[in-house]
């Protein structure tokens, strides 16, 4: 439009200018009437200038009006779920917990009882230890007052079946002890020597031998003791004195 605007324009003006040059090359005497014809010159940088605001007017005020016409969507809130569901998931959790509290009780019943058993276990031991005590002590007690007479006895029981070794020098000093164990008939079960240390002189090796021999002796195998005192017989020591033969 701008365009053949100013084309029409430029083209007036051409025309204006060639009717007055031809009027005075012919030098007419009749006066032509012009008539004027108003133009509005208008600078093309103001024009595009205006057009473009109103464009803009345009576009803003049809933005301006989507926006009021726009109805945001409304929120739709999530139905509430029904109230037995809502009971039945109470139910559930209180179930969960009351299980809970059972398995702990049941550990807890649990750690007590063994830590019952055991203190039982414990105090059990501990009367059968102090009984075994007593038992040994009264029975020490009872030997002891039975070591000068009945021990001596059945030591000497044993004069026949010992034969000293003949020529040992210090026979004083050739003391064998020997433990034996008896059953209840008096019979000699196993024999032991206890004071093995001296076992490189070959005078008292010669005397330990000779002991160990006089318990397994057939004529002596056999000793004369109490049934009734059997638990205080059954193990003795006894010890073998040259001197005292």
């Known amino acids: 439009m701008i365009h053949n605007f100013i084309k029409s324009v430029i083209f007036h003006v051409f025309i204006v200018m060639i009717i ?19 133009i509005e010159v208008v600078e093309v940088s103001e024009k595009t200038i205006t057009e473009k605001q109103e464009k803009k007017n345009k576009k803003l ?79 020490n007690k009872f030997q002891e007052k039975l070591t000068i007479s009945e021990i001596d006895l059945v030591r000497r029981q044993f004069i026949s079946c010992w034969n000293i070794p003949a020529g040992a020098k210090n026979i004083k000093n050739l003391k064998v002890t020997v433990e034996i164990s008896l059953d209840r008939e008096g019979n ?27 318990v397994k002796h057939p004529s002596c195998k056999k000793l ?6 059997y638990e205080i017989w059954k193990n003795i020591t006894l010890n073998f004195d040259p001197s005292m033969f």
């Open 20 to 38: 007055i040059l031809v009027s005075n090359h012919f030098n007419l005497t009749k006066k032509t009437v012009i008539n004027e014809i108003p």
């Open 188 to 214: 000699v079960i196993s024999s032991k020597l206890l004071n093995t240390g001296r076992l490189s002189d070959p005078f008292f090796k010669a005397a330990a031998e000779s002991a160990l021999r006089a």
């Open 61 to 139: 005020k049809k933005s301006k009006e989507a926006v009021l016409a726009f109805n945001p969507p409304q929120v739709i809130s999530k139905p509430k779920p029904p109230e037995f569901i809502e009971k039945i998931e109470k139910k559930k959790k209180k179930k969960k917990v009351k299980q809970e509290d059972k398995v702990e009780k049941k550990n807890e019943n649990r750690l007590s009882s063994i830590l019952k058993s055991i203190d039982k276990i414990k105090i059990e031991e501990n009367k059968k230890s102090k009984e075994k005590k007593i038992e040994t002590s009264e029975i």
């Open 224 to 229: 004369k003791v109490p049934e009734k005192k």
